[in-house]
């Protein structure tokens, strides 16, 4: 078996658990100086400061994403909502924004704030874990994701749920962490590092 | 960043389950200074990162990228 192949092979309990824990217990996100780092102004105007503050990605997939009006969207790992609301403008009230997280209260969290930036019309989020998408086949026009796909030790199950929720022709487009040379062992088995 | 794959294992994992058209876009470092931004990130595993990764690598020590693809019609 292939190095990255193991990856997704050993512990895969505890390795859920350990991300779990930690990001059940998180009380804010990376803050304005982060997400200064990967949104533009024009991007970040209306959003509630809460779903600003929330933020935890590693990149802007709603820039790249091509989005457009009447799309359905799905934001895998949605946290506190800050893509899904960015990508729910793009496709407007004719289109469906879609956020799934794995936390209740993140899922909480993020309806306040699309419900505060007006969007919630069209915009709903929901419980699930991204190894199961709690979605009909081909339901979806495009996947987002961000810094969430390297949290899971079951990419290739995150992958085919993605292409099963997908409809034919649909779009997948992630921003996510890739590391290329091995980090230092005390880093790698360091419980946290399979969180952040 | 411990779950995460070297870049071209992951373009080479999204086109495995059946997606065509993978390109890879827009990369942005990830030190360790950003990663203390991050409250996933301990201060014990931020302060072991300051300690164990070298000096030249502590900028970049991981690269977030964007991965596109289609499904197939």
């Known amino acids: 078996m292939k190095a990255d192949g193991n990856k997704d092979m050993l512990f895969q309990d505890e390795i859920n658990q350990a991300v779990r824990a930690a990001y059940a ?21 209306g959003l509630p400061p809460e779903a600003v503050g929330w933020a935890l990605g ?43 997280d794995v936390l209740d209260q993140m899922v909480r969290r993020a309806r306040a704030h ?30 987002i994701s961000n ?36 980090l230092p062992p005390e880093v790698t088995a360091n419980e946290a590092a399979w969180a952040g | 960043m411990s779950g995460a794959l070297a870049e071209r294992a992951f373009a080479l994992k999204i086109q495995k389950m059946g997606f065509e058209a993978v390109t890879l876009g827009e990369r ?8 203390a931004l991050y409250p996933l990130f301990t201060p014990e595993l931020i302060q072991l990162m300051r300690e164990v990764i070298p000096p030249e690598r502590q900028d970049t020590v991981a690269v977030s990228l964007v991965a596109k693809a289609r499904k197939p019609f």
């Open chain 1, 25 to 45: 217990d998180i009380d804010h996100g990376a803050g304005r100086s982060a997400v200064d780092l990967l949104y533009t102004e024009e991007e970040l105007a």
């Open chain 1, 58 to 100: 590693v990149g802007n997939p709603v820039r790249h994403a091509e989005l457009r009006t009447g799309e359905t969207v799905l934001d895998i790992g949605s946290g506190g909502g800050i893509d899904t609301i960015l990508a729910a403008r793009i496709v407007g009230p004719t289109g469906r924004a879609i956020g799934l």
């Open chain 1, 114 to 143: 699309a419900a505060a930036a007006g969007v919630e019309g069209w915009t709903e989020f929901v419980r699930g874990e991204m190894e199961s998408i709690p979605l009909p086949d081909e339901s979806v026009d495009v996947v």
């Open chain 1, 147 to 182: 810094g969430v796909i390297n949290l899971s030790p079951r990419k290739s199950r995150v992958l085919a749920e993605i292409r099963r929720v997908l409809k034919p022709g649909g779009r997948l487009c992630v921003a996510d962490l890739t590391v290329e040379d091995e």
């Open chain 2, 28 to 35: 942005i470092p990830h030190g360790v200074e950003k990663a």
